[in-house]
């Protein structure tokens, strides 16, 4: 195993491209070891290795790391790949271990729990690929097991370090609430623009950390731990009540309706009064439920199907609306995807990177564009760089685009300034020249 990591990141330097490597632990194999003896654990191992082996390619190695820890290392990955291309693969894998295996005249289950990194971007050489692996995997153990988690730096921090950062988020949740400080939370908004008027019909809420050492800090760094301490449920009201508020005011300055997206994380969502506490900011801040969306994943809904499609209907039946994000990447059934309550579905980023030159890609957005019509959904893709792939989502009829060839985030007066642009010459905002929290493109997206 070690020789073939050590190949793979060779080949792979020389060649300008990526490697993945996964961890996998099997998640209760020390109850069927222990509880049926030895033979059937061996059993068990060879089963489940093979039914791994059966998700892979040729190329691809499978290997024993030790009791009931594998490593799959991925060669051949593309310069720059977004890991969670890979998500698709890693759900099949984890879904192929669940099943259930007959031992000692016996049917048992184990699941798996995998850590995954890339070459260069996580580490250079087979030591510190495998050591953040493995937190990785610790990390999508402690989220309770049977999943997948990408490595992200802040999981190899210390105990000491996490305890600061945490100790930051809470005085930050406190700053926050009693009204400004140093160490504090804001939100931008992105536009949302359809793709046949060139309309910005909506924004996504994105939610900011400014640090008072460290600058301001993406979510990818913090809401990991919010979600692991709890602070997600007060730092998520926040956003919901800040959006709400700020939809209302654009609405109150004459801007016609903007929906705001706010994206919900599993920890809110399981919450037994997310839909009251969503319920209080739209009548605290006086905006029809209709201009609220919340942004929810495939992987969060299927934690547990029946409570997270009561949850939506219960806040669809209040009138607020709601859309799949990162679609593509998690894994829902596609029958269970017919009863969800939902108005959108929003293709991942990681499909539309290289939708100019990839068929694959190409034929995974079409795939989810011609899904959702059926479903009469609307369809949005995210990450949209340049106006090749503008052009193709509009051939293909995707409704609307969101990403940085129309703008970035941008602060919600920004909006508004981008808004009016639009209502003095519509489909005309190019060249606009924008503040600078964010270097901002904005363009004409209107056909
Ligand atoms: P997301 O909901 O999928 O949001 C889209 C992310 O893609 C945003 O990153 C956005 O800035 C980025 N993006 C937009 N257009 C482009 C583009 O053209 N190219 C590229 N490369 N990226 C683009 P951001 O703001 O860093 O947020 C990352 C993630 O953090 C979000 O992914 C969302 O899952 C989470 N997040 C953000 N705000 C909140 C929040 O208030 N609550 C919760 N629970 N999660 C949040
Ligand atoms: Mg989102
Ligand atoms: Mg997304």
Request: aromatic share 6%.
């Amino acid at each position: 195993m070690h020789d073939r990591i050590d190949q793979a990141i060779r080949n792979a330097a020389r060649n300008g491209e990526g490697v993945a490597l996964a961890f996998v632990d099997l998640d209760g194999f020390k109850l069927v070891n222990d509880g049926l003896g030895h033979k059937a654990g061996d059993e068990l191992l060879k089963v489940v290795s093979e039914r791994m082996g059966a998700c892979l390619r040729r190329n691809d190695t499978l290997a024993r790391f030790g009791g009931d820890e594998f490593v799959i290392l991925l060669p051949d990955q593309g310069q720059g790949q977004d890991p969670k291309a890979l998500a698709p693969l890693l759900e099949k894998i984890r879904v192929a271990v669940t099943e259930p295996v007959q031992v000692a005249g016996q049917a048992v289950q184990v699941s798996c729990s995998m850590g995954v990194v890339m070459y260069p971007r996580d580490g250079l050489d087979a030591s510190a690929l495998l050591m953040n692996a493995d937190a990785a995997m610790y990390r999508a153990k402690d989220l309770g097991s049977n999943n997948f988690q990408f490595y992200a730096r802040e999981m190899n921090a210390s105990v000491e370090e996490k305890l600061v950062l945490l100790d930051g988020l809470r005085q930050a949740v406190q700053a926050t609430v009693d009204g400004a400080g140093e160490n504090s939370f804001y939100l931008l908004y992105q536009p949302k623009v359809d793709l046949k008027s060139g309309r910005i019909f909506g924004v996504e809420a994105l939610l900011r950390w400014r640090h008072p050492e460290h600058g301001v800090v993406p979510p990818q760094r913090f809401i990991g731990l919010a979600e692991e301490s709890g602070l997600i449920v007060p730092i998520g009201d926040w956003v919901v009540r800040t959006a709400c508020r700020q939809a209302q005011a654009w609405r109150e300055a004459g801007l016609g309706p903007i929906t705001v997206s706010v994206n919900v994380s599993a920890r809110q969502f399981e919450e037994a009064r997310l839909a009251d506490r969503v319920a209080a900011a739209l009548v605290d801040s006086s905006l029809p439920p209709a201009l609220l969306e919340l942004e929810v994943t495939e992987s969060l809904i299927m934690r547990d199907l029946q409570k997270s499609v009561a949850t939506m209907r219960e806040l669809k039946a209040m009138g607020v609306s709601l859309s799949i994000d990162d679609f593509g990447t998690g894994y829902s059934s596609l029958s269970a995807l017919k009863s969800f309550p939902i108005s959108r579905l929003k293709i991942d980023k990681s499909f539309v990177s290289d939708l100019a030159d990839n068929p694959d890609d190409q034929a995974i957005a079409m795939a989810v564009i011609s899904l959702g019509h059926k479903l009469n959904l609307k369809v949005i893709a995210e990450g949209v760089e340049t106006e090749q792939q503008c052009r193709f989502l509009r051939e293909n009829e995707c409704d609307e685009m969101q990403g940085y060839l129309f703008s970035k985030p941008v602060t919600a007066k920004e909006i508004a300034k981008l808004v009016e642009l639009y209502v003095a010459q519509p489909g005309c905002c190019a060249g606009l020249a924008m503040a600078p929290e964010e270097q901002v493109v904005v363009r004409a997206i209107a056909a």
